[in-house]
């Protein structure tokens, strides 16, 4: 098989590159170990910035999203049993996020691959980029119990952080920049309506806890637990009465219990791979960098680097010129540290790790009330939370 970019991994990385290089007219065939309704199904972010928003909608892809999606302006910030709302628009001259699953996000590329796209192989499983450092990179691939190859003129590793593509980069050559964290969250889907119209982080003695949602109808919760949690150790009411304590306020604001339909752990990470790009062979999303998910950013950084790899490809066939490639990793890792540095910030403000001090404590109140009570502190938090620029 041949094509002109070889892309591994149907996550939203891969689905939303493979539509905007079918936009472009040029071709792609996207390879993904997983089946469809795997793909479809994992739970995992929830928060779209202004920018992906306006990325999806503009391949075509945006139809449902503009439907059903929850436009928010703002966010809660609750910590010291205060509630303190910060206003997206008016901080930032008008720019919000939008509350749309990554589930919905690749189920409506999925549909529009399969519809009109190049070919979308399902448990289709990479085993090696080879050559990536030549004008001829190949896939090695397993599908339908067979091994292939896959002969490209470019290939996207999109194929998330425990993907194969960012082993094709020689030891040598690559610099890894990692942080782990000493807890996770537990994550929970509850069918009952949100207990507030918008998302509200809190930071509590007890540790962090996120009120989230899918839809008018269906609660997403997170609570910070310690690392290697199980989250099957975690009774529905212990978790109800957890997230009770950590959201409690001076107000009548009351939190609706529901059944829980889901429950998981996700371990915090920070981590980026430079460079993101080896000769022909470039890595897009979670595969070249993770952030805590604090900041609601890696899907987001995700759509950031495809959008940035289409336009440097399309620039290439255009007019012949590679420099849009060749600044391809610089101009992502700009915005990629930006992401890692916000989701950090986030994440040490609003969680309790082990063994932290009284004195730690009050810091993060200090810099929270600061939020509260500046402008300029404020402002710095929406505009990174609402997304910085693509490239
Ligand atoms: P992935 O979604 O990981 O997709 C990679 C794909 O490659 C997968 O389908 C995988 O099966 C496939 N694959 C792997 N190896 C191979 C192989 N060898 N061959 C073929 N295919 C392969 N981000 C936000 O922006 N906002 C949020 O609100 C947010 N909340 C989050 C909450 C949680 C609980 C978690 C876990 C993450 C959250 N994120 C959030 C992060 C976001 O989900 C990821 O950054 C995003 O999924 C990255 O997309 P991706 O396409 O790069 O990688
Ligand atoms: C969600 C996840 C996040 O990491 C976040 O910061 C906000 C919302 C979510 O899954 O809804």
Redesign the pocket.
Known sequence: MRTTVGI???????LLLARLLHNAGIDAVV????DRSY?ER???????EQGTVDVLRAAGAGERMDREGLRHDGIELRFDRRRHRVDFPGLTGGRSVTVYA?TEVCKDLIALQLQGGGPLLFE????AVEDADTDAPRIR?RHEGREDVLECAYVVG???????ARKAVPAGLAHVFERTYPFG?L?ILADVPPSHDELVYARHDRGFALLSMRSPAVSRL?LQVPDGTDAGTWSDEEIWDELERRFETDDDWRLERGPITQKSV?PMRSYVHEPMRHGRLFL????AH??P?TG???????VGDVVTFARALTHRQETGSPELLDAYSATCLRRVWQAERFSYDMTALLHTAPGATAFEGRLQLARLDRIASSRAAETDLAEAYTGFPFG
């Open positions: 591994i991994g149907a996550g939203p990385a891969g390879l993904e170990s997983r793909v994992r739970q995992r972010a929830g928060i779209l990554q289709a499983e990479a085993l691939f999109c194929d998330g952080f425990w993907g194969v969250w994550g997170y996700t897009a999303g979670d595969a993770i952030v998910p609601a950013k890696g899907l987001n950084l995700a």
